[in-house]
């Protein structure tokens, strides 16, 4: 699947952590529906992302 920066994504069902910390086993995407979202993921548990990039992240969900 491309990147579809501004076009509505397809909705789904997944485990989610939420702001507050506590994870949500069935999030779905549309109940966030008219919202402005920010999606991130990795590729898979155990695996290289650096550690750096998601603190950044986190340190800067405000500004979203």
């Known amino acids: 699947m491309s990147v579809l920066v501004s ?3 397809p ?3 997944a485990a989610a952590v939420l702001p507050d ?4 086993e ?3 995407l549309s109940d966030l529906k008219g919202k ?3 999606l991130f ?3 898979l548990d155990f ?3 650096c ?3 998601i603190i950044a992240h986190d340190h800067r969900v405000s500004k979203f």
Not at 21 to 24: A, D, F, K, L, V
């Open 21 to 24: 910390g506590s994870i949500n």
């Open 47 to 49: 695996t290289f992302v």
């Open 11 to 13: 909705d789904f069902t």
């Open 36 to 38: 402005y979202v920010v």
């Open 7 to 9: 076009q509505p994504a």
């Open 41 to 43: 993921f990795w590729p």
């Open 26 to 28: 069935n999030f779905r």
């Open 51 to 53: 550690p750096s990039e």
